[in-house]
């Protein structure tokens, strides 16, 4: 599977971005999905997951309350709405898909798309 992430871009703090990330390949719902992202210095980290029917997702602490994942299978493509955004959510973000198994290690995730930067001014 090929993913292409966008959306991202300049946001002052407290507003919102939608990030998009368009599959393309082979059967979409097959593959269990996340959200990642890496600031300059640091490790990767995973900032949610969505199971294959989009029934089960997962946020990491730091952005539960503020973010929300969804999929369409329909349309091959997995969302993250970003609310209230904060100076420290500054990092690109990347999405990711793995046809086995689930979890946030990114280090299991096969399939990357080529990341899209969001930037928050404080």
């Known amino acids: 599977v090929q993913l292409q992430a966008s959306g991202g871009g300049l946001v002052q703090a407290g507003g919102s971005l939608r990030l998009s990330c368009a599959a393309s390949?082979?059967?979409?719902?097959?593959?269990?999905m996340g959200w990642f992202r890496q600031a300059p210095g640091n490790e990767r980290e995973c900032v949610a997951t969505?199971?294959?029917?989009?029934?089960?997702?997962y946020y990491a602490d730091f952005v539960r309350g503020r973010f929300t994942i969804s999929r369409d299978n329909a349309k091959n493509t997995v969302y993250l709405q970003m609310n209230s955004l904060k100076f420290e959510d500054t990092a690109v973000y990347y999405c990711?898909?793995?046809?086995?198994?689930?979890?946030?290690?990114?280090?299991?995730?096969?399939?990357w798309g080529q990341g899209t930067l969001v930037t928050v001014s404080s």
């Open positions: 390949g082979r059967a979409f719902e097959n593959y269990f």
């Open positions: 990711a898909a793995r046809s086995t198994g689930s979890g946030s290690n990114y280090r299991l995730y096969p399939y």
């Open positions: 969505i199971s294959r029917g989009g029934g089960t997702t």
